[in-house]
């Protein structure tokens, strides 16, 4: 009677372990089956979600992290931008955003991300970007209701462009960095 009971519980746990699975399968699936028209897709970040902080910010009302490879912190690392280098092919950067909220039960009640809102992308690749200081960009709004990503429009808010060039024109206000606005934060 005992292993039958262990047996079932062990059934059970797999079987509840399976359908988890296959729903993060299948989210995943959707998420990186998405791209920019004309440009970068969602599945050339796989594992975003795992990169180093390179920052925080807050802009706009939302809060963002913002991570990056190993390209891109082994090239902060090394002083890029900075010291006047420019980022290497391969280095990669995502913005993750969200709504922030109060977490009213914790004390001094801060501020902390609620709701996602949006990711965005960075990509260094000289050769396919190089009518955009030789990066590609992709902002992808998340819809809460339907856990589901589709590329960022004028409709977005912030409006964005939505081809691979979208970052190009405020970027240009950094080509002195090499495009990036973000500094690796002191730790």
């Known amino acids: 009677m005992r292993t039958a009971i262990l047996t079932g519980v062990s059934i059970s746990a797999s079987i509840a372990i399976l359908v988890t699975s296959v729903s993060i399968s299948a989210q995943d699936k959707d998420k990186y089956a998405v791209k920019v028209p004309g440009g970068l897709a969602f599945s050339e970040f796989r594992g975003y979600e795992d990169w ?21 912190i082994d090239a902060y690392k090394q002083g890029i931008p900075d010291n006047g280098k420019s980022f290497p092919d391969g280095a990669m950067m995502a913005k993750i955003h969200w709504n922030p909220k109060k977490q009213e039960s914790y004390p001094g009640q801060p501020m902390v991300p609620g709701t996602l809102h949006d990711v965005d992308f960075m990509v260094k690749d000289s050769k396919r970007f190089a009518d955009s200081g030789g990066w590609g960009w992709g902002a992808f709004d998340y819809d809460e209701a339907s856990g589901t990503f589709r590329p960022a429009n004028a409709a977005s808010r912030p409006p964005q462009g939505n081809d691979a060039k979208c970052g190009l024109t ?12 973000t500094e690796y934060g002191k730790r």
Do not use: E, Q, W
């Open 52 to 72: 180093a902080v390179i920052s925080l910010s807050v802009n706009g009302g939302k809060v963002a992290a913002i991570l990056g490879n190993p390209a891109m």
């Open 170 to 181: 405020c970027h240009t206000d950094v080509v002195t960095r090499d495009y990036v606005f």
